[in-house]
């Protein structure tokens, strides 16, 4: 009985831990510094993204003098292809940002252009082939490996197991001994190379560690909601996205409220929020979708909610704001914004923004530890036994 349990002394397990540990970081890691790196630069792609194109994003007047109603009109004109999404002005784009999409191959990730139009006179800004834009190119790197036609999303999502089990088992593996809890957390002076980086590993590791679980757990809910929804059910109600349709709409010919009119039924309805996004009906679901957050949220926080309004009459029908879901629903909802850090507003953004460069201070410093071991292990040694000489 003593034997079995020997087997799995702790000291086994932790270098069980340190085994898996060690071949996860090098088999995978590349794949993971890309999606921090990515990851990192995402946190502000639409900054970066007004900062590349100014002529797209910079409105002549601060006014806002035309109506959504105008800007379907204009864009529709400038583009005929169907309407997706109209992204309403905000602080990091003060333009009406209009997103179309075009035919493509099918499977495909959605081609998506988009109309900049300037709020204030209703000038089309500018035209483009917004999936092949720069910044969303990044964008779409991160979130499918630019592999969406073969699985790109859910491999993505593996990743997200991947770097979940490199935190894990890094944890077990470093917990430190009573009394030297600083030592493992922090860099020396004055030691080997080889030892600076254990310490750089280690601390790099610990103090990105909360924040690189937190990523890893909403990436993995954001890619796989089927398999996060009842795990989250056990503590709340977590219910399937809607995707709302009129059963019996009014007769063929009736015609539709006017865009502006949605807008205002809208924010009359949600007064104390900011409508973010718009999405017209379509044929899976026939009634509008507006988006909303809090006035204060911060510009990334795209969303915290939304409702579908008949399109006919403008009655709500369905409501999916805050106040109005359980737990379960709005940790779902807000699982994209814990992952881009902007639940926390700016100060969660850096954080997210930082912790996006750990996975590349660890991958090369474990390498570099991983290397060095492996070269002094291969390194011939000469035994000097008592009484002998060498000749």
């Known amino acids: ?227 996060v929804r009842p795990v989250v059910g056990l503590l709340s109600k977590a219910t399937p996205d809607p995707s709302p349709r009129i059963e019996t709409p009014p007769p063929k010919g009736t015609p539709q409220l006017p865009p502006d009119e949605i807008m205002r039924i809208a924010q009359a309805t949600k007064p104390t929020l900011s409508i973010t996004v718009l999405n017209p009906p379509t044929e899976t679901s026939n009634a509008w979708r507006v988006r909303f957050r809090p006035d204060d949220a911060d510009p990334a926080l795209r969303s915290r909610g939304a409702i579908w309004l008949d399109p006919w009459s403008g009655a709500v029908v369905q409501d999916r704001t805050s106040e109005t879901m359980s737990a379960g629903d709005r940790y779902m909802t807000e699982q994209l914004w814990i992952h881009n850090g902007s639940t926390l507003a700016l100060f969660g953004r850096l954080l997210v923004l930082t912790a996006g460069f750990a996975p590349l201070a660890l991958f090369i410093s474990g390498g570099i530890m991983w290397f060095k071991k492996r070269s002094t292990k291969s390194r011939p040694t000469k035994v000097l036994r008592a009484g002998s000489s060498t000749t």
């Open 1 to 227: 009985m003593r034997s079995v349990f020997k087997d799995y002394s702790p000291a086994r397990v932790r270098r069980g831990f340190l085994w898996a540990h060690r071949w996860l970081g090098l088999v995978c890691g590349i794949v993971v510094v890309l999606m921090g790196l990515t990851g990192s630069f995402n946190v502000f792609y639409r900054e970066i993204d007004a900062a590349l194109n100014p002529a797209l994003f910079i409105p002549a007047d601060a006014e806002q003098s035309i109506n959504l109603t105008e800007v379907v009109r204009i864009a529709a004109a400038a583009d005929p292809a169907p309407i997706f999404a109209i992204v309403a002005p905000d602080k990091v784009w003060p333009v009406w940002v209009v997103m179309h999409t075009h035919e493509g191959p099918k499977d495909s990730f959605k081609n998506l252009w988009t109309t900049m139009i300037d709020p204030s006179n209703g000038k089309v800004l500018g035209q483009r082939d917004y999936t092949n834009a720069p910044a969303f190119m990044i964008y779409r790197l991160h979130y499918t490996l630019l592999l969406y036609e073969w699985g790109g999303k859910q491999l993505v999502g593996v990743v997200g197991f991947v770097l979940l089990g490199l935190a894990l088992s890094g944890l077990y593996s470093w917990w430190p001994k009573q009394g030297r809890f600083w030592r493992s957390v922090s860099i020396r002076r004055g030691v080997s190379p080889l030892r600076f980086f254990v310490d750089l590993h280690n601390t790099a590791g610990f103090w990105a560690l909360i924040v690189l679980l937190a990523i890893s757990i909403t990436g993995i809910g954001i890619v796989f909601p089927g398999m």
